[in-house]
């Protein structure tokens, strides 16, 4: 993190993108744990910068339902339940069945610096095969780091940026909520879930129901996991 804002807007923007990447990951990796609250002040201070772009980030990462306002006292980690993850995982589920039937029906050509849909969906797939070796490692940071990546290339194929960012920020939602109990098993090796590859494979084969029942059985299979965790 650099130690002070320089001049300009565009320094200030991209220091208040940098907090807000940095925090987000600090929520990722539960070093800040659901209801924990802070100050404007305190990261400012953590990070050496001044109170304006922090100020803006943490309202950017409320509007994203990773923080709450506390009146007159700051901000807190949002604490999400089982419920909530109920529901996002519906929801990515709607966005993707829409993207891929899009994506196929769409003349099956990606709008991605003019290349075909077989040659964007195989970068995809490439970070699709890092994903799916931190996931069967059980390497739960590497693998979110992946994850967020390899959705947010997919959808971008679709050259929607309005449902990409939906569905990326539903993914950093349901993963803050996953990792709040993740975080409590010694061991995820041979638990998490690892189809990355299948679901760009069954596009590839232009079969986006096929990718869609592949994304079902992801989305119940982390639920599955979240239950059981919650449940030990």
């Known amino acids: 993190m650099p130690g002070s804002t320089g001049n300009g807007a565009v320094t200030r923007s991209t220091l208040r993108q940098q907090v807000a990447d940095a925090l987000r990951d600090e929520v990722l990796a539960c070093r800040l744990q659901p209801g924990q609250e802070f100050t404007v002040k305190e990261i400012a201070e953590q990070?050496?910068?001044?109170?304006?772009?922090?100020?803006?980030?943490?309202?950017d990462l409320s509007a994203q339902g990773l923080l709450d306002a506390v009146q007159h006292?700051?901000?807190?980690?949002?604490a999400y339940s089982l419920e909530d993850y109920r529901g996002m995982i519906e929801a990515r589920g709607l966005v993707t069945d829409g993207i891929f039937r899009l994506l196929i029906a769409n003349g099956g050509e990606?709008?991605?610096q003019g290349a075909p849909l077989?040659?964007?969906?195989?970068?995809v797939r490439r970070r699709g095969e890092e994903a799916q070796r931190a996931a069967a490692a059980g390497e739960l940071n590497v693998l979110i780091g992946y994850d967020l990546?390899?959705?947010?290339?997919?959808s971008a194929l679709y050259s929607n940026p309005y449902l990409a960012d939906f569905l990326h920020r539903l993914r950093v939602q349901s993963w803050v909520c996953a990792v709040q109990h993740l975080r409590r098993v010694t061991e995820l090796k041979g638990r998490l879930?690892?189809?990355y590859t299948d679901v760009v494979d069954a596009l590839a084969r232009r079969d986006p129901a096929a990718a869609q029942v592949m994304v079902a059985a992801y989305n119940a299979h982390s639920l599955a996991l979240l239950e059981r965790v919650a449940a030990e």
């Not at 990070?47 to 309202?59: D, F, M, N, W």
């Not at 077989?118 to 970068?123: G, I, T, V, Y």
């Not at 990546?149 to 997919?154: G, K, Q, S």
């Open 118 to 123: 077989a040659a964007a969906l195989a970068a």
């Open 47 to 59: 990070y050496g910068v001044s109170a304006t772009p922090v100020r803006e980030a943490l309202v």
């Open 193 to 195: 879930w690892c189809g």
């Open 110 to 112: 990606a709008v991605l």
């Open 73 to 78: 006292r700051g901000f807190e980690v949002h």
């Open 149 to 154: 990546r390899f959705w947010r290339e997919l």
